[in-house]
């Protein structure tokens, strides 16, 4: 993936992690919060329009993109944690994001073998 693409390609990853925690949070909210089973419904739809999302970025196959966004889910959860929450992330958090985000970059712009 080319310096250009990098930018596009974060705000794909960061709206699909968005999406996919509001879905899971969904079901969270119904088995351990005992909230509505109505709350599914718009998690099945928070998971589509991930699942959706995910086929927007800009690699040539399925894993590498799911591998990549790994980092970037890694980095949304833990915003979820403190935002959501109510969590302050810990320095073994930060640390593990920060390793996670550097390998979801060296995905990103590495120079792939075609095949």
Known sequence: M????LGPSLAIYLTAAFFELLGSYAL?????LG???LWLVGGVVS????????TRIGLDS???AYAAYGGIYILAS???LWRVD???PDLYDVIGVGL?????LVILMGRHASG
């Open 62 to 64: 399925s894993g590498r």
């Open 47 to 54: 998971l589509v329009i991930f699942a959706w999302l995910l």
């Open 28 to 32: 969270w909210s119904v088995m351990r």
């Open 86 to 88: 109510g969590r302050t």
């Open 2 to 5: 080319r310096l250009e693409q």
């Open 78 to 80: 833990l915003v979820w």
């Open 35 to 37: 909230r509505s089973p």
């Open 100 to 104: 996670s985000v550097a390998g979801t």
